[in-house]
């Protein structure tokens, strides 16, 4: 069910805000009392949808809507997505899940906070933590978007942010990683000086020094998804061994994740560095036979 629509971020790299020039919260009340009847006419149905792009860009609309639900007592359980916002603080996280939240897709991004910067996020990786703790206290379960190959992250930035996922792989959290896609629209596509962006064709682009193309994004892609399906690197898969009730035992597997983490992190930083050598040194061959 649809509860809002447009954006009232601006991050350079969506087309949401363009595609929708104005934010808008859908009064609560109408969608409380359509949740209801969804209900009452299909009563089996228990877990909404609630379409949007970012729940969280009226907040007293939201904090309206959570009240109106919990009064309403219907016994449904809603999930939706939203932004990292400072506003979303344990009192509202709170209100939100006894209103019957389930699940949050928080669009986190990156874990470097020059990244963040460069995406005009308009949090840091200090407020992202926060807020995930907090989620993780009131019981809402949650998973978060990646985006690699931003034009500026370093090999040392997109580390950060597989040093980010380690950390809370513990927590059964999952996300879902993108490459960086040049929306038409976007702060991006009307910029390719300002971000060094060359060679637009779709995904086909690259970054003037070449350190950022097609390959070294898909590998960045590749390692993400490695990191969080790895059965070696995460430490909850002993949830489902004869030692799952022992804390000792997820102590030391804990532990032990961590290193051969640092260990397949070499690997890592080896390929990267390969795979970004030989994309500079191609396209120097290039230009150079061009001239
Ligand atoms: S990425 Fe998400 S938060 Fe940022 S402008 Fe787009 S919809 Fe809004």
Known sequence: MLISRGCINRCSFCNEYTDWIRYQFRDPTIVVEELAYQKSIHPTITAFWLSCSNLAGNIP???????????????????????????????????????????????????????????????????????????????????????????????????????????????????????????????????????????????????KDSWNTLHVRKARQYFTKKLYQSKLLNPTLIKQSKFRNSKVAFKFFDLLSYLLFSLWLVWVICSLLIISVYNKAKFSLKNSTSD
């Open 61 to 207: 609309k939201l904090k309206q809507f959570c009240e109106l639900l919990t009064q309403k007592n219907l016994h449904i359980s809603w999930d939706s997505q939203l932004s990292i916002s400072t506003a979303l603080n344990p009192d509202l996280l709170k209100l939100m899940k006894s209103s019957g939240c389930n699940f949050l897709h928080y669009g986190l991004e990156s874990a470097s906070n020059k990244v963040l910067k460069l995406m005009n996020k308009g949090y840091n990786r200090k407020t992202a933590d926060r807020i995930i703790q907090d989620t993780i206290r009131c019981g809402i379960k949650f998973n978060f978007n990646i985006v690699v190959g931003f034009p500026g992250e370093s090999n040392y930035n997109f580390i950060e942010t597989l040093f980010f996922i380690k950390k809370i792989l513990k927590y059964g959290i999952s996300n879902s990683t993108a490459i960086c896609y040049i929306s038409p629209g976007s702060v991006l596509f009307h910029h390719f000086e300002k971000f060094k962006i060359i060679d637009y064709e779709q995904e086909f682009w690259r970054t």
